[in-house]
């Protein structure tokens, strides 16, 4: 019954897979780093600061990830000749290019999600911190944070796992993941609901523990007001 | 303006802020000089790549008709999967066990395998099963995949919008002895839509975002096709990037605003009892855009509004 699976080496089922968590993983570090920076802005004094986090984050979001994915390949490569240092292995480019197009894009749920979690800390808890003589370093790191850090746990989780699902959009510009897999099978084979059970089954095995163990963690981890 | 983070400031940060402020000015101006040397010695900035933006060929023939395409599947998915969503949703708060589990594992499944999967996947079974025509199978595929993803986000929509509602709807109902399904009818339900209105109306961003896909992956011809067949004409890539990107957020603006002004209206109201689902609480524009998202059991957050 799965025997046509083992025909398929160009991916291989279990490495369509495997380049699916590659692409969660890698832009998920990369959607962290520069969503908190752009969190940063967000929330900065400098009014500048926070109207350029308010136009990236606005812009960003309201384009279809499919836009931003096949843009990189059809604009940045094609047009742009950024290669992404892949010394032309176009596997390689096809791959780093949707890892910058993830990062563009998730960043900015990323920040929303940071800066949700700064907006759930009372502004009562940082008067009092500053009352009693802390800088703002130790404002910032011995009271917001910590409160902020556990109340956005949630918010995080929900964005790692539309991220997971969303790496399927890589697809479009050719890398070898696991939707691109299942196109390519469900065409050849006879086995059309086999093929899609087998495939949503690897995908509720990747988001579901996840959602539910961070799901736990955030309630157990947050703050009771 | 002082927050959570900084006091109002004083002389030092005042003169802190001025610095980072110029600073921050010359690195935008570095980053917007870069990218007009990038679009420059590409030559795109060439009049004649944009020029078509300005004759009406170009929206008649490419994008008009794929932008038409969009919000047809857009509103057709919207429509289907209401009502399907709506019925999850009230099962899952069934007071049975055998109703409440199976939908809860429906919702679950469909919430957590990505929408290209959900089309590939219908594409492939209509192109089996159905005798109809390639436009129609595309737009079919393209519809069953959003409506089977979007009816297990809404149904989670529906649950939170009943829950929100405040516990003496349901307890004055049971006292004056409706039963149980007339009070999910003519009570629950109708002050329920109100509630969860602006969520829903975001959602169809969400939609809107994946439709995207179904022209990419099965040939389905909405904007982002149009701008395919555009750019073969015109030889355009870049610039019809740009005016498809630009069209995508200027329709999604027109949505979201329209969701904040009614979550602002429906705060205000007198009427209804202040529960509000923000419209960004359900994989909304905020959580998670593109194909939504969710975490299994963490459910939604709803506001209440003080009283």
Same mark, same amino acid.
């Given at each position: 019954?799965?025997?046509?699976?083992?025909?398929?080496?160009?991916?291989?089922?279990?490495?369509?897979?495997?380049?699916?968590?590659?692409?969660?993983?890698?832009?998920?570090?990369?959607?962290?780093?520069?969503?908190?920076?752009?969190?940063?802005?967000?929330?900065?004094?400098?009014?500048?600061?926070?109207? @350029?986090?308010?136009?990236?984050?606005?812009?960003?979001?309201?384009?279809?990830?499919?836009?931003?994915?096949?843009?990189?390949?059809?604009?940045?490569?094609? *047009?742009?000749?950024?290669?992404?240092?892949?010394?032309?292995?176009?596997?390689?480019?096809?791959?780093?290019?949707?890892?910058?197009?993830?990062?563009?894009?998730?960043?900015?749920?990323?920040?929303?999600?940071?800066?949700?979690?700064?907006?759930?800390?009372?502004?009562?808890?940082?008067?009092?911190?500053?009352?009693?003589?802390?800088?703002?370093?130790?404002?910032?790191?011995?009271?917001?944070?910590?409160?902020?850090?556990?109340?956005?746990?949630?918010?995080?989780?929900?964005?790692?796992?539309?991220?997971?699902?969303?790496?399927?959009?890589?697809?479009?510009?050719?890398?070898?993941?696991?939707?691109?897999?299942?196109?390519?099978?469900?065409?050849?084979?006879?086995?059309?609901?086999?093929?899609?059970?087998?495939?949503?089954?690897?995908?509720?095995?990747?988001?579901?523990?996840?959602?539910?163990?961070?799901?736990?963690?955030?309630?157990?981890?947050?703050?009771?007001? | 303006?002082?927050?959570?983070?900084?006091?109002?400031?004083?002389?030092?940060?005042?003169?802190?802020?001025?610095?980072?402020?110029?600073?921050?000015?010359?690195?935008?101006?570095?980053?917007?000089?870069?990218?007009?040397?990038?679009?420059?010695?590409?030559?795109?900035?060439?009049?004649?790549?944009?020029?078509?933006?300005?004759?009406?060929?170009?929206?008649?023939?490419?994008?008009?008709?794929?932008?038409?395409?969009?919000?047809?599947?857009?509103?057709?998915?919207?429509?289907?999967?209401?009502?399907?969503?709506?019925? @999850?949703?009230?099962?899952?708060?069934?007071?049975?066990?055998?109703?409440?589990?199976?939908?809860?594992?429906?919702?679950?499944? @469909?919430?957590?395998?990505?929408?290209?999967?959900?089309?590939?996947?219908?594409?492939?079974? *209509?192109?089996?099963?159905?005798?109809?025509?390639?436009?129609?199978?595309?737009?079919?595929?393209?519809?069953?995949?959003?409506?089977?993803?979007?009816?297990?986000?809404?149904?989670?929509?529906?649950?939170?919008?009943?829950?929100?509602?405040?516990?003496?709807?349901?307890?004055?109902?049971?006292?004056?002895?409706?039963?149980?399904?007339?009070?999910?009818?003519?009570?629950?339900?109708?002050?329920?839509?109100?509630?969860?209105?602006?969520?829903?109306?975001?959602?169809?961003?969400?939609?809107?975002?994946?439709?995207?896909?179904?022209?990419?992956?099965?040939?389905?011809?909405?904007?982002?096709?149009?701008?395919?067949?555009?750019?073969?004409?015109?030889?355009?890539?870049?610039?019809?990037?740009?005016?498809?990107?630009?069209?995508?957020?200027?329709?999604?603006?027109?949505?979201?605003? @329209?969701?904040?002004?009614?979550?602002?209206?429906?705060?205000?109201?007198?009427?209804?009892?202040?529960?509000?689902?923000?419209?960004?609480?359900?994989?909304?524009?905020?959580?998670?855009?593109?194909?939504?998202?969710?975490?299994?059991?963490?459910?939604?957050?709803?506001?209440?509004?003080?009283?």
């Amino acid at each position: 019954m799965f025997d046509f699976l083992s025909s398929y080496n160009n991916p291989t089922f279990l490495g369509a897979f495997w380049m699916t968590v590659k692409l969660t993983v890698f832009s998920a570090i990369g959607s962290l780093v520069w969503g908190t920076l752009l969190a940063a802005m967000r929330v900065s004094p400098v009014p500048l600061m926070r109207g @350029f986090g308010t136009v990236y984050v606005n812009v960003v979001r309201n384009i279809p990830l499919t836009v931003i994915i096949v843009f990189t390949s059809l604009g940045l490569a094609d *047009i742009f000749r950024v290669t992404m240092g892949a010394g032309g292995d176009v596997k390689l480019q096809a791959f780093r290019l949707a890892l910058l197009g993830f990062v563009a894009y998730t960043a900015a749920f990323v920040c929303e999600a940071l800066r949700s979690g700064i907006n759930t800390v009372p502004v009562g808890q940082a008067e009092a911190a500053r009352a009693i003589g802390l800088s703002f370093a130790q404002v910032l790191g011995l009271i917001v944070l910590p409160q902020a850090f556990r109340a956005v746990i949630g918010p995080l989780a929900n964005v790692l796992i539309a991220l997971t699902k969303n790496t399927t959009v890589a697809a479009a510009i050719g890398v070898m993941e696991a939707a691109y897999l299942m196109k390519g099978m469900i065409e050849k084979e006879a086995q059309t609901l086999l093929i899609g059970a087998i495939f949503a089954f690897g995908f509720v095995v990747l988001t579901l523990p996840t959602g539910l163990f961070l799901g736990w963690l955030s309630k157990r981890l947050a703050v009771k007001r | 303006m002082s927050s959570v983070l900084y006091d109002a400031p004083g002389p030092r940060a005042k003169r802190r802020n001025v610095i980072l402020t110029v600073t921050f000015v010359a690195l935008l101006a570095l980053l917007l000089w870069w990218l007009w040397r990038a679009l420059e010695s590409r030559n795109q900035l060439e009049w004649k790549l944009w020029e078509p933006f300005f004759t009406s060929q170009a929206w008649t023939t490419y994008l008009l008709p794929g932008l038409a395409n969009t919000l047809k599947a857009m509103g057709l998915s919207m429509v289907i999967a209401l009502p399907l969503g709506a019925l @999850f949703g009230i099962a899952r708060l069934s007071d049975h066990l055998w109703v409440r589990i199976p939908a809860g594992a429906v919702v679950e499944f @469909f919430r957590a395998i990505p929408v290209l999967l959900l089309m590939l996947f219908a594409n492939e079974v *209509i192109a089996r099963s159905m005798d109809v025509t390639t436009e129609q199978r595309q737009l079919y595929a393209v519809v069953a995949g959003l409506v089977l993803y979007n009816a297990s986000v809404l149904a989670e929509v529906v649950r939170a919008g009943i829950l929100a509602l405040p516990k003496g709807q349901t307890e004055a109902a049971q006292a004056i002895g409706l039963r149980k399904g007339q009070t999910m009818s003519s009570i629950l339900l109708p002050q329920a839509v109100t509630v969860m209105l602006p969520a829903i109306v975001s959602q169809l961003v969400v939609i809107v975002k994946d439709t995207a896909l179904g022209g990419v992956m099965i040939g389905f011809t909405e904007l982002l096709s149009g701008r395919a067949t555009l750019a073969a004409v015109y030889a355009n890539p870049v610039p019809s990037f740009v005016v498809v990107a630009i069209i995508y957020i200027i329709l999604n603006f027109i949505i979201t605003s @329209f969701a904040g002004w009614l979550e602002q209206r429906l705060r205000r109201g007198k009427k209804s009892t202040g529960a509000v689902i923000p419209a960004a609480a359900v994989g909304g524009t905020t959580a998670t855009g593109g194909e939504g998202g969710g975490v299994p059991g963490l459910g939604t957050f709803i506001d209440k509004k003080d009283t």
